[in-house]
């Protein structure tokens, strides 16, 4: 899995407890899942289409860099299947997994859209 991301734990991130809040990470996985199926499936009309049941590790408290792995699962017609993982990048221990993001590219009216993709391209590989 490649960590993409990272994301320092502000107090602004913080649920009742002191540690970070289970909606405002789950924003940021949503935002990388959609920032890499962009680019992989080369269209700006994006959208997460499915996310399955997280499963919550560890906490995370503030101060610490978190960061964020995507994997891609397969490629389908008009979507991307993809794996996340966050972790604590000082401890590398595991703060959640989510097995099965599903996102799906559009067309200009909403509708699902083939990409002609099959594999993993690397933007440098494009030029």
């Known amino acids: 899995m490649r ?4 994301k320092w734990i502000k107090p602004e991130d913080l649920n009742a407890n002191g540690t970070l809040f289970g909606g405002k990470l789950l924003a940021w996985i949503d935002e990388e ?3 890499y199926s ?11 289409k499915y996310m399955s049941e997280i499963d919550f590790k ?15 699962v ?3 017609t008009a979507s991307l299947t993809l ?8 401890t590398r221990q595991t703060i959640i997994v989510v097995d099965k993001i599903v996102m799906v590219s559009l067309d200009e009216h909403g509708n699902a859209k ?3 993709k099959t594999k993993v391209e690397f ?3 494009r030029l």
């Open 114 to 116: 083939p990409h002609g």
């Open 58 to 72: 560890s906490s995370a408290k503030q101060g610490d860099i978190v960061e964020i792995g995507i994997e891609v």
């Open 74 to 76: 397969k490629f389908g």
């Open 33 to 35: 899942a959609a920032l």
């Open 3 to 6: 960590f993409h991301t990272r």
């Open 83 to 90: 794996k996340c993982e966050v972790r604590n990048k000082m």
């Open 123 to 125: 933007v440098k590989d």
């Open 38 to 48: 962009i680019i992989q499936l080369e269209n700006q009309k994006t959208v997460t």
